[in-house]
């Protein structure tokens, strides 16, 4: 079972392009993450929600509880945005235990 | 920016081997993690760690893994009798603290079983 679904899964935009990449889970979290994932494999956290919107540059990522819903945007895309987006989230019950999904490949083409 | 460090970052082992992965987390955190991702998987989690003990883990993180941390710097994953299905990306990362808190992710050590 997916406790986490993201979508599209994969998605490739022009350089200059408004970018949403969603995420839906069915558990009751205390968090969620948005993590990009480079081509060589690492990981960076991008973003910690527990409710409401953050912005970082040019990404955007909000949080509905109530929906069970997340999207992060990336505004003004640019080739080097091009990664794999996970979204991860924080089951209220497990304190340490991350709920991933599959990811969002994303190719931005110049 | 302070990082998590892993080593190494490749390896490739006989099926039955033990292999132990290692890691550098930052510093001043608390919390300890590891990940496993199998090529073209998405990411599980396999172990947490606080206060020097294992504070929960996955189905995947039975009989066969270990967690340790043998010093004040290094936590280090080993796998006792390696399987053909155990080749993956391994995933270490830390928190300041418990996770809903920014986590920072090592670069991930490859492991090859053959």
């Known amino acids: 079972k997916n406790e986490v679904e993201q979508s599209p899964q994969n998605l490739t935009a022009q350089e200059g392009e408004f970018i949403t990449i969603n995420c839906s889970y069915s558990v009751g979290i205390s968090a969620l993450h948005w993590l990009q994932q480079h081509p060589g494999g690492g990981i960076v956290s991008l973003f910690m929600?527990?409710?409401g919107k953050k912005k970082h540059g040019r990404l955007i990522a909000t949080i509905n509880i109530q929906e069970k819903h997340s999207s992060l945007h990336i505004t003004a895309s640019h080739p080097r945005d091009s990664a794999v987006y996970i979204c991860?989230?924080?089951?209220?019950?497990?304190?340490?235990?991350?709920?991933f999904g599959t990811g969002t490949s994303l190719t931005v083409i110049p | 920016e302070p990082e998590v460090t892993q080593t190494p970052s490749h390896q490739v082992t006989q099926m039955g081997q033990e292999v132990i992965l290692r890691c550098v987390p930052i510093?001043?955190?608390?919390?300890f993690y590891w990940y496993r991702q199998i090529l073209g998987q998405k990411v599980e989690f396999l172990v947490s760690?606080?206060?020097?003990?294992?504070?929960?883990k996955s189905e995947i993180f039975d009989d066969q893994f270990s967690v340790e941390r043998p010093d004040g710097s290094n936590f280090t994953l080993k796998i006792r009798s390696t399987k053909l299905e155990d080749s993956a990306m391994y995933f270490c990362a830390s928190s300041s603290r418990q996770g809903g808190n920014t986590i920072y992710f090592g670069e991930g050590s490859w492991l090859t079983v053959v």
């Open positions: 929600l527990s409710s």
């Open positions: 510093s001043n955190h608390l919390y």
């Open positions: 760690f606080y206060n020097n003990e294992i504070s929960e």
């Open positions: 991860a989230v924080l089951h209220y019950n497990t304190g340490n235990q991350f709920y």
